[in-house]
């Protein structure tokens, strides 16, 4: 495995770490119970840190030094893929000769150092997106940033060494095709899953007393790296909007945003508490530091619905673990969430970021007991659809079909 910008030994929720974190982690380890040794080469973010690391019994993170330990964007990365690739390269040169048998890259950079150890090490390169330039560009929030023409050039280039590409779900798969131009024959459709052993359901009156919650609150929960493509902003004015209609809600509300500012939201850290003043909802919101899943899991427990209102997400991890809990989620009706959350079933989807629309979403699930109860019952039906298990065995059979397309076009 390649995770060049981000370790999987990283709390999601801080800085660029996040859903994929958890993928590369969680994959890596059920590979591990079916008798695969996974290497995770990722990039040594300070000194102190060992040079490897066993993650889990058949899983060791590498460490390797790449330009300077601190101080180092994502979009300054670019200019440390030599240097990481030669010490990847050196890092294989001392095991005996065949050590690896794939290389699954994540993230575009991590797909042009792939790309080379493909072909020095002749070996199959199977690659995740995990997000895609294009499409954010053509989902940009207010104020956000395009991704830069480098990055979209790099991606092509991936996707056309990649011997097989995993795309999260169909929405993804669509995208590769008519976006990047990828060979539908070598690109597969695995979903990401849950931990379904930590997010699970759990009695909201016990969660809420451990996290010093009341038990007769409606909790609207937010919880994500903190940027505007994640757009916590939107729930914010949604809940003024609700406020506004019907301030007798104000005394049982409370609105948890779980998680620390990451991308271009690092510019400004304290724009959404500022947001929140301008608001008036410094009474109902609080700002809580990432959490581990066990925490995330107990969070989501508590809530009484999980707020999801991204401009993308290539799968949107957060509402499928909320809905292992049992929770109702309302997320935007954008890339992978379409596939993730069951309109009306497991969850509202809300076209568009209108703050009144998210309102109206946010209040059907507060006052109807009986959606709200249908909800979580599909909640629950539809997380069971998202299993690691099952995304180890579906990654294997595409390792599988890579190595046999590799072969195929060495002879």
């Not at 690109?187 to 849950?194: C, N, T």
Request: glycine residues 8%.
């Amino acid at each position: 495995m390649i995770s060049l910008h981000t370790s999987p030994l990283d709390q999601p929720g801080i800085g660029d770490a996040g859903g994929m974190n958890v993928y590369v982690i969680e994959l890596s380890r059920r590979l591990a119970q079916r008798g695969i040794e996974v290497d995770i080469f990722t990039r040594a973010t300070s000194s102190t840190l060992p040079p490897v690391v066993e993650a889990c019994d058949g899983v060791l993170v590498r460490h390797i030094h790449a330009g300077p330990f601190e101080g180092l964007t994502k979009g300054e990365l670019p200019g440390q893929l030599c240097v990481f690739a030669r010490e990847v390269l050196r890092a294989e040169a001392l095991q005996p000769v065949g050590h690896y048998d794939a290389v699954h890259s994540h993230y575009w950079l991590s797909g042009q150092v792939g790309a080379l150890a493909r072909d020095r090490w002749g070996v199959p390169l199977v690659h995740t997106m995990h997000t895609m330039a294009k499409v954010k560009n053509d989902a940009l929030a207010a104020g956000d940033t395009p991704e830069p023409t480098a990055r979209i050039i790099g991606e092509e280039q991936v996707v056309e060494a990649a011997d097989m590409l995993i795309a999260n779900t169909d929405i993804e798969a669509k995208q590769l095709i008519n976006l990047y131009d990828a060979d539908p024959s070598r690109v597969e459709v695995v979903h990401p899953g849950v931990d379904l052993s930590v997010f699970r359901p759990f009695d909201r009156a016990t969660a809420r007393a451990a996290l010093g919650l009341p038990l007769d609150a409606h909790v609207l929960l937010f919880a994500g790296r903190i940027q505007p493509l994640k757009a916590p902003d939107v729930l914010l004015r949604a809940v003024a909007v609700l406020l506004e209609r019907d301030p007798g809600l104000r005394s049982r509300l409370v609105v948890p945003i779980v998680g620390g500012p990451s991308g271009t939201g690092l510019d400004h850290p304290e724009s959404l508490a500022q947001l929140a003043t301008e608001l008036g909802l410094d009474d109902v919101v609080r700002f809580v530091p990432p959490v581990a899943q066990a925490d995330l899991a107990r969070w989501c427990a508590a809530a009484t619905l999980v707020a999801v209102p991204s401009y993308n997400e290539s799968f949107g991890l957060v509402a499928a673990e909320a809905q292992a809990t049992g929770t109702p989620v309302v997320a935007a009706a954008v890339g992978g969430l379409t596939t993730v959350v069951r309109h009306e079933h497991s969850g509202l989807l809300v076209e568009g970021h209108d703050a009144r629309d998210w309102a109206d979403a946010l209040r059907r699930v507060i006052q109807d007991d009986e959606l709200r109860a249908r909800l979580g019952a599909g909640a629950l039906e539809q997380a069971r659809l998202f299993a690691w298990e099952h995304t180890a065995a579906r990654t294997l059979d595409v390792y599988e079909r890579a190595r046999s397309s590799m072969r195929e076009s060495v002879s």
